[in-house]
């Protein structure tokens, strides 16, 4: 296995590249690579490059780089989600697993029924932990493009910034009107998507009308309530199947 390091400074024409302090601190202490290893740079914006450990210090670890190689395939479908503030570790739990199947970007929603209350996501800690989350499923999966995490913000706010064609607010099967995921001619054509998941209690009445007024359609996965932060998961799976996107 060769191991791969985020490098968002690395540029086009770059030879050599310093690590940020978390990249230099688990090639050197964790992994314990001396220099002459081999490894991979990716700059979290679709760059993969080949590369060899120069130095190992803890403090700013430094690659030489040489020619790009081919990272995992960006999905074909650009999928933005929108999910509910979760307590944390349920929802770096769903980020992880959305970013290991491909979401574009991941919109932190303030809900009326979130059980995390708006102070707590206020300070710039918990969206630097997001993000290095998202660096981490990144690495994991393959994937050279890091997701962005947005700024919490309300349903309103998510769907008034929002430019996809195509929404998608998944809900309970108990939501009236909420038609089911399954099979449908025109999911081939789709080419962006909003994919919105609510919190534990759910989405409240006036949310699910507030996103059928924005043009979302409200569908469920079937008889079964799923729990919040599985839901993602499975929602992602089963749109990127339908998509021919797996």
């Not at 499923?137 to 996809?164: F, I, M, N, Y």
């Not at 009445?205 to 309530?225: D, H, I, K, N, Q």
């Amino acid at each position: 296995m060769v191991h791969r390091f985020y490098a968002p400074g690395m540029s086009a024409g770059a030879t050599r590249v310093v690590l940020d302090g978390v990249e230099s601190v688990h090639l050197a202490r964790v992994l314990r690579l001396r220099p002459g290893s081999r490894v991979r740079a990716f700059d979290g914006r679709g760059t993969e490059r080949e590369a060899r450990v120069a130095t190992a210090h803890p403090k700013g670890a430094e690659l030489d780089l040489f020619d790009p190689v081919g990272a995992a395939p960006e999905a074909r479908v650009h999928v933005e989600l929108g999910l509910g503030l979760l307590k944390a570790d349920r929802f770096d739990a769903a980020l992880r697993d959305a970013v290991m199947l491909g979401v574009a970007a991941v919109h932190p929603l303030l809900t009326e029924r979130s059980d995390v209350p708006a102070g707590a996501v206020a300070s710039g800690t918990r969206r630097e932990r997001w993000h290095r989350i998202a660096v981490a499923s990144s690495k994991q999966s393959g994937r050279a493009t890091v997701p962005a995490v947005h700024e919490p913000a309300g349903l309103r706010a998510c769907l008034a910034a929002d430019r996809s064609p195509t929404r998608i607010l998944l809900a309970e099967p108990s939501v009236a009107g909420a038609e089911p995921l399954q099979a449908d001619a025109g999911w081939a054509a789709v080419t962006q998507a909003l994919v919105l998941v609510g919190p534990e209690g759910g989405w409240t009445p006036g949310e699910v009308g507030l996103a059928r007024a924005g043009g979302c359609r409200v569908m469920s996965l079937g008889t079964r309530t799923l729990r919040a932060d599985a839901a993602p998961l499975v929602a992602l799976s089963v749109l990127q199947f339908l998509w021919g996107d797996l």
